[in-house]
């Protein structure tokens, strides 16, 4: 296991005339159990000075590594789950013909929707299930259902829920 079976190395000259690997492909034994053997390509690029190993295709996954990032110029397409696991996982939406600009974030456990552009929370659910905000008005297109109780600290429609329940009380 972990023995290299071969490299593809590029090489050039930097501006002082010194040689230098600015690019390789390797080919490693990841398993070499009879039966079971898989294999691993790396690929490593000149970093900052130094060769750094940017992607590891094994016989199950393509991992970018120490610092690699993704981009994609056209559609994707998943066929299975998207994980994200980091301490603050999001997903950053930029609109590039508008100033709309959105996360979908999870925040020390509280799953939020963030407006980037006006950075406010518009829509929170805290680590206990609770809608902690909702900025905005909502508009239901069918009917809403209250399975508990309502708390209102404003009015509804104009009028003072409180001091009107109190008036009913009396009668």
């Given at each position: 296991?972990?023995?290299?079976?071969?490299?593809?190395?590029?090489?050039?000259?930097?501006?002082?005339?010194?040689?230098?690997?600015?690019?390789?492909?390797?080919?490693?034994?990841?398993?070499?159990?009879?039966?079971?053997?898989?294999?691993?390509?790396?690929?490593?690029?000149?970093?900052?000075?130094?060769?750094?190993?940017?992607?590891?295709?094994?016989?199950?996954?393509?991992?970018?590594?120490?610092?690699?990032?993704?981009?994609?110029?056209?559609?994707?397409?998943?066929?299975?789950?998207?994980?994200?696991?980091?301490?603050?996982?999001?997903?950053?939406?930029?609109?590039?013909?508008?100033?709309?600009d959105?996360?979908?974030?999870?925040?020390?456990?509280?799953f939020?929707?963030?407006?980037?552009?006006?950075?406010?929370?518009?829509?929170?659910?805290?680590?206990?299930?609770?809608?902690?905000?909702?900025?905005?008005?909502?508009?239901?297109?069918?009917?809403?259902?209250?399975?508990?109780?309502?708390?209102?600290g404003?009015?509804?429609?104009?009028?003072?829920?409180?001091?009107?329940?109190?008036?009913?009380?009396?009668?």
């Amino acid at each position: 296991d972990a023995d290299y079976l071969g490299q593809l190395k590029f090489t050039g000259e930097s501006d002082d005339g010194s040689k230098e690997v600015y690019a390789k492909i390797t080919g490693k034994i990841d398993d070499a159990s009879s039966g079971t053997e898989d294999g691993i390509i790396e690929i490593a690029h000149r970093k900052d000075g130094s060769n750094n190993i940017s992607a590891r295709f094994t016989s199950e996954t393509l991992k970018l590594i120490n610092g690699t990032g993704l981009e994609v110029a056209g559609d994707t397409t998943l066929s299975a789950e998207l994980t994200i696991n980091t301490t603050r996982p999001r997903i950053t939406l930029n609109d590039t013909d508008s100033e709309s600009d959105f996360e979908i974030k999870n925040e020390n456990g509280s799953f939020r929707i963030r407006d980037i552009d006006n950075p406010t929370d518009r829509y929170k659910i805290n680590t206990s299930g609770t809608v902690h905000e909702f900025l905005g008005s909502a508009a239901f297109s069918s009917t809403l259902n209250v399975v508990s109780n309502i708390t209102v600290g404003g009015t509804v429609d104009g009028r003072d829920l409180a001091t009107d329940g109190t008036k009913l009380d009396g009668i």
